[in-house]
């Protein structure tokens, strides 16, 4: 084959590169600067390569832990499923949620308070087998019970509270059994 308009390739290349202002003629002249431009360059080059490289590191790491104990599906139907796991447990926890305030009404209504007295109601009588006792609720609604022991019988009373004022006048052994029983702070 010919070379074109008879030129022959060598000529052609002597062409290019003695062309003034031509872009050969600026790379022979300042080779340094170009070698240098293209070190720089390429170091770039590594160090963007690095961090793409960690980052896809990291990348694999999420997205393993994210597959990790699932049938291997792709990634969308993965988070799916775990939307829809997250959904039931919201689900879940409103009605716990629930299920804590209803308890929680109920819990002040149990009787959560205890007052315990032991006395001797007769000098006769020791060991202090006597006593006096109160339970209440968080409203002090409740009862105090008292049994007073001697050689021939045992007597029991029970005396309601409302709002923590007793149906009948409390002894001074109720009365402390009720004072112990409103110390109290149920957790």
């Known amino acids: ?24 003629n600026a790379i022979t002249s300042h080779h340094a600067e170009v070698d240098t431009a293209l070190v720089l360059a390429v170091v770039v080059m ?3 390569m690095s961090a793409l490289y ?24 993965i988070l799916v499923g775990y ?3 997250v959904r039931q447990v ?3 926890l409103t009605r716990l949620e629930q299920r804590v305030d209803e308890l929680a009404q109920v819990q002040r209504t149990c009787l959560q308070r205890i007052g315990l007295v032991r006395f ?9 087998q006597s006593f006096a006792v109160a339970l209440t609720n968080a409203q002090e609604d409740g009862v105090v019970l008292s049994s007073v022991y001697s050689r021939r019988d045992v007597r029991i009373y029970a005396k309601s509270l409302h709002a923590g004022k007793p149906s009948h006048p409390l002894t001074d052994e109720e009365q402390q059994a009720l004072a112990q029983a409103r110390a109290q702070r149920p957790e």
């Open 90 to 92: 919201e689900q879940r």
């Open 46 to 48: 590594v160090a963007l």
């Open 1 to 24: 084959m010919m070379p074109a308009m008879g030129h022959s390739p060598a000529t052609r290349k002597e062409t290019l590169s003695d062309m003034p202002g031509s872009w050969m």
């Open 120 to 128: 001797d109601a007769f000098e006769e009588v020791g060991g202090k």
């Open 54 to 77: 960690v980052r896809v590191g990291r990348l694999h790491r999420l997205y393993l832990r994210l597959t990790r104990n699932t049938s291997g599906g792709n990634i969308e139907e």
């Open 83 to 85: 939307m829809d796991t």
